[in-house]
């Protein structure tokens, strides 16, 4: 049977990758790695870094209500997820790193991966040739930014879904396809109300690709997840004849 896929799988990927430094490294670098931050953000990182832990701490949160609607005795689980929270926490930033991992090594580790098998699959991974697709597709609109002459509405359109999916990419590894339905949910009210505009320029080029881009994120959330597909397709359904 394939392993599941849920809020436990997720971080046990994370915990593991953390799990790999050096007891002596610096925690914004192992962080920034994990994360994929990049050193060159300069003083930004750590505020990166920090928002990543807290959608961690918020993915523990989920995890914990999750295996409580299970039935999962408390006692089994009540102590791991509160030293993770504390793993977790921005607070041990200027920290070493062997604090940090002595809690996730000895305290949280084993114990989530029992966990992972205590849960049901909250959705499914996304292919890695839909994740490049997209990823690719993300890239030519970002082309396309740079020297576009296009309306300024179509371009604010544009670079709005550009910013909603790198988030939703970035926190895909802790959040999993949930990231990019609330992304979609949000691209979908920015279309609606971009209608006209949108309407009156299809057949740019920068349209076209968003439109592209819309169709195959939104193929991709549906079909990992059944979450909020309904309330998705709604959304979108007026856009979608504004534009198609």
């Known amino acids: 049977m394939a392993q599941r896929y849920n809020s436990a799988s997720r971080l046990v990927v994370i915990i593991n990758s953390f799990l790999t430094f050096s007891n002596n490294s610096n925690v914004i670098d192992c962080w920034g790695t994990v994360f994929g931050i990049p050193s060159e953000t300069g003083f930004s990182r750590a505020y990166l870094i920090a928002e990543k832990l807290s959608a ?44 940090i991992k002595s809690w996730l090594e000895n305290d949280v580790k084993v114990q989530f991966r029992y966990m992972v098998a205590a849960l049901p699959s909250d959705s499914q991974a996304f292919r890695d040739e839909d994740l490049l697709q997209l990823n690719e597709l993300i890239a030519q609109l970002q082309e396309i930014v740079q020297t576009s002459t296009a309306h300024p509405a179509v371009l604010n359109v544009v670079r709005n879904h550009l910013a909603l999916l790198l988030r939703a990419l970035a926190m895909y590894p802790i959040s999993g396809p949930s990231a990019l339905t ?63």
């Open 182 to 244: 609330e992304a979609l949910k949000l691209m979908a009210v920015d279309l609606y109300e971009n209608r006209d505009a949108l309407g009156e320029f299809e057949n740019s080029e920068e349209v076209g690709l968003l439109k592209r881009t819309w169709q195959h994120a939104k193929n991709m959330a549906a079909t990992t997840t059944t979450s909020d597909v309904i309330t998705l397709a709604t959304l979108g359904w007026e856009t979608v004849k504004a534009i198609v």
């Open 56 to 99: 961690l701490f918020e993915e523990v949160k989920k995890m914990e209500c999750a295996l409580r609607e299970v039935g999962y005795e408390e006692e089994l689980y009540i102590q791991p997820i509160n030293v993770a929270k504390r793993a977790f926490s921005p607070e041990f930033l200027p920290t070493g790193t062997a604090q």
